[in-house]
């Protein structure tokens, strides 16, 4: 099993920085990839960004220029630095993980962190 531990949400004002760290616990395989989603109320859950363990990143146009993904594989942690911060970034974010194991794939979720963007 795998745990995924979110840390580092809270209430910004616009224009504002924070940074969120997921720490991954458990059965951890090297071949990897550890996300952001975010869902805000009424609408669906969408990517934010993604690294694999070969360190490519993906991010969502919207917030592509303002946040950073990154991840220390020796911690099993990846952050998102938020930077330029819009009231619509305002969701719970979620941190994710796909692993290739021997039995095939496999996702976990974390238990999400809000983010909150208002003045």
């Known amino acids: 099993q795998v745990q995924l531990v979110e840390s580092g949400g809270g209430l910004v004002q616009p224009g504002g920085s924070l940074r969120l760290s997921c720490a991954a616990s458990g059965s951890i395989f090297s071949l990897n990839t550890m996300g952001w989603y975010r869902q805000a109320p009424g609408k669906e859950r969408e990517l934010v960004a993604a690294?694999?363990?070969?360190?490519?990143?993906n991010y969502a146009d919207s917030v592509k220029g303002r946040f950073t993904i990154s991840r220390d594989s020796t911690k099993n942690t990846v952050y998102l630095q938020m930077n330029s911060l819009k009231p619509e970034d305002t969701a719970v974010y979620y941190c994710?993980?796909?692993?290739?194991?021997?039995?095939?794939?496999?996702?976990?979720w974390g238990q999400g962190t809000q983010v909150t963007v208002s003045s």
């Open positions: 994710n993980l796909i692993q290739t194991t021997p039995r095939g794939r496999s996702g976990y």
């Open positions: 690294i694999s363990s070969g360190t490519n990143t």
